[in-house]
């Protein structure tokens, strides 16, 4: 059965840490990841990442793929308040099917 | 960029009654539209895929006959939770594929619905 791990499930900062978002998956026939941001309603989309080893950044926010070892990591660096949320990780597959992992939730203080 | 409506964004109804919930791609032609239940701090889970002009896919543990699923043209689809139940109390959303989209896995989701079954 397809599935995707989040790790960890909760996180509290202060404003201008850095913080790691970790995503495992063991999805078949595997295609991309995605990350998506949710606050109060549906997620937003941050990053979709289909090759190993190339960064993608926005901002603060970076992503990387790993598929040798089937992770993913999501890097905000000098958090700020607003960058709180619950931090979703999906896998596809070639069937176009989303998997999403139970999220990782965010907290920045001030 | 493109938008998905969903209505109503909220409703409460009684116990035994059918709810419609209403997808909407506003500025594009969704040929494949998702369906997701979400619980309080808890992921997005799968419901079912509707494919426009077919009969929706529903996911294992998914009662097709509790969640009626119709995409009757490349903007709407709906979901309608049939003689509901307070178990059925959940955040609803729903997703839609563009198209004419160059990446398949686009899809952008709509604002939810928060169903509260009394």
């Known amino acids: 059965e397809d599935k995707v791990v989040q790790s960890p499930l909760s996180l509290v900062v202060h404003e201008g840490d850095t913080v790691t978002l970790n995503c495992s998956y063991e999805?078949?026939?595997?295609?991309?990841l995605l990350w998506y941001k949710q606050e109060k309603k549906a997620p937003t989309f941050l990053f979709m990442l289909t090759s190993s080893g190339i960064e993608k950044k926005s901002g603060r926010l970076s992503s990387i793929l790993d598929k040798k070892e089937l992770f993913s990591i999501l890097n905000i660096t000098a958090t700020q308040t607003g960058d709180s949320a619950v931090y979703l990780c999906a896998a596809t597959n070639y069937g176009q099917n989303f998997v999403f992992g139970p999220g990782t939730r965010l907290s920045v203080l001030p | 960029g493109a938008v998905v409506s969903q209505h109503p964004s909220r409703v409460i109804c009684k116990s035994g009654t059918s709810v419609k919930i209403e997808c909407r791609s506003l500025d594009f032609q969704a040929t494949t539209m998702f369906w997701y239940r979400q619980f309080p701090k808890k992921s997005l889970m799968l419901m079912a895929t509707s494919n426009e002009g077919s009969k929706a896919t529903y996911e294992q543990g998914v009662e097709k006959d509790k969640f009626l699923i119709n995409h009757a043209s490349l903007t709407l689809s709906t979901l309608t939770v049939t003689s509901a139940h307070p178990e059925d109390s959940s955040f609803y959303i729903c997703s839609a594929r563009d198209a004419q989209a160059s990446v398949v896995e686009t899809q952008y989701f709509g604002p939810g619905t928060r169903l509260l079954v009394l």
């Open positions: 999805v078949t026939n595997f295609r991309s």
